[in-house]
């Protein structure tokens, strides 16, 4: 299993934009299907966007048209672009990788077997 390693986050304005990033350590990292879920205060972790190794993209309806994720191969990076925030995305966000299909994307927690530590992105008014 690969490590990850988040970077990015931080404050953002409402209605402004933030970028994740998340980098894969090991060999495996590119054909791993990547994902970003969240954790509001006082809530469960959801899912928030996916992308498989082959570059199919899943997002919640949440974030539909608002985020956008992408992966960089070449970097084992993926990211996480989050464009017209809203008070509602302030939660800690994590970066996950998990094995399936080229082109399946997940949004069940279980289908991730490595997770990164978590950052804080707070949308402020």
């Known amino acids: 299993q690969g490590q990850l390693v988040e970077a990015g986050g931080g404050v953002g304005q409402a209605g402004g934009s933030r970028r994740r990033a998340c980098v894969v350590s090991?060999?495996?990292?590119?054909?791993?299907?990547m994902a970003w879920f969240r954790q509001a205060p006082g809530k469960e972790r959801e899912f928030v966007a996916g992308?498989?190794?082959?570059?199919?993209?899943y997002y919640a309806d949440s974030v539909k048209g608002r985020f956008t994720i992408s992966r960089d191969n070449g970097r084992n990076t993926v990211h996480l672009q989050m464009n017209s925030l809203k008070l509602a995305d302030t939660a800690v966000y994590y970066c996950?990788?998990?094995?399936?299909?080229?082109?399946?994307?997940?949004?069940?927690?279980?289908?991730?077997?490595?997770w990164g530590q978590g950052t804080q992105v707070t949308v402020s008014s």
């Open positions: 992308i498989s190794s082959g570059s199919s993209t």
């Open positions: 996950a990788a998990g094995s399936s299909k080229w082109y399946l994307v997940s949004n069940r927690e279980n289908a991730y077997d490595s």
């Open positions: 090991g060999r495996t990292g590119r054909t791993k299907t």
